[in-house]
């Protein structure tokens, strides 16, 4: 399994981005967003794997997925 970002780098992130105060967990929101948004990554890439017979989630179904995601993530 892939490490996290460690939460006291995040935080140096967010602090030096926003100029605005941050909440304390923020950082601990952003995480979850970023794991929602790669595990819905994942399961619309192997959907378009599996509608294209492939067995193997290669390089263009996550390109072609993503752009799709990125569009209805923004706003």
Do not use: C, W, Y
């Amino acid at each position: 399994m892939l490490k996290k970002a460690q939460r006291k780098n995040l935080k140096s992130l967010m602090k030096k981005k926003a100029h605005f105060r941050i909440g304390t967990n923020a950082d601990l929101m952003v995480q979850l967003n970023v794991l929602m948004f790669l595990h819905r990554l994942a399961e619309e890439s192997r959907t378009k794997a599996f509608e294209e017979k492939s067995a193997i989630i290669k390089p263009h179904h996550i390109k072609a997925v993503s752009k799709k995601l990125l569009k209805g993530a923004r706003g």
